[in-house]
């Protein structure tokens, strides 16, 4: 049990629609990361947010977007949804910035 | 950019074997962590590695992490059902976000 919890499960969406993804994390872990995960492929980082602010981006595009509130909740936000958009969204957490505690994700299916 | 190579991609033994899987890369990464991943969950922490040389015990599990922090291994002894999953290693690097890069998986299937 990492404390990380994502909404929804599981989604469905239709190409070139928008998608709001949530992530909640335990209190005191300042630093939540996105992953990406493809089927049988390793998380690839997305974007990390510490304290609010963005600070650092892997090789997506802007249309990827994020946002850390102060109650340690973030969402992922994906405008104009391609088919290779499907793929699990993992968020992790961490207290340190060192090692990082991952919710279970959510399943994305663009259609 | 930076990539693992994590090996072997699978894995077929009996039950009370011992396993071994390593990553590689050509980058220098200041934390190594392995992961587990079941099907339709999240990868789940089993060790995390801060230090060259540095060698920890989770149970029945154990992990190094290189001298020349381009690598680490993975050991399970005494494999049992429940450790059938894929098993992740990742780096951390400190280049702005402390991003994770991920290896490509190894795949555990035991036979009982």
């Known amino acids: 049990e990492t404390g990380v919890t994502q909404s929804p499960t599981h989604l469905i969406k239709t190409r070139g629609q928008q998608v709001t993804l949530r992530c909640s994390s335990q209190?005191?872990?300042?630093?939540v990361s996105w992953y990406q995960q493809a089927l049988g492929q390793g998380p690839q980082f997305i974007f990390q947010y510490y304290r609010e602010e963005e600070n650092g981006r892997g090789n997506f595009p802007p249309r990827f977007s994020g946002l850390q509130f102060p109650n340690y909740s973030s969402e992922l936000n994906v405008n104009a949804l391609e088919l290779d958009d499907s793929a699990l969204y993992l968020c992790a957490s961490s207290p340190t910035g060192r090692e990082q505690y991952f919710g279970p994700g959510t399943r994305l299916t663009v259609t | 950019g930076q990539q693992l190579n994590q090996s072997p991609q699978s894995m077929f033994i009996q039950e009370g074997e011992d396993v071994s899987m390593n990553c590689t890369s050509s980058?220098?990464?200041?934390?190594w962590l392995w992961y587990k991943q079941d099907p339709g969950e999240g990868p789940v922490l089993l060790i995390a590695?801060?230090?060259?040389?540095e060698l920890t015990s989770n149970g029945r599990l154990t992990a190094q992490f290189g001298i020349t922090r381009k690598d680490s291994f993975l050991n399970i002894s005494a494999s049992i059902p429940s450790d059938v999953g894929i098993y992740f290693c990742?780096?951390?690097?400190?280049?702005?976000?402390?991003?994770?890069?991920f290896g490509q998986g190894t795949r555990l299937t035991i036979n009982p």
């Open positions: 980058s220098i990464f200041n934390t």
């Open positions: 990742a780096g951390r690097i400190i280049q702005g976000a402390q991003k994770l890069v």
């Open positions: 209190s005191g872990h300042n630093t």
């Open positions: 590695l801060y230090k060259a040389g």
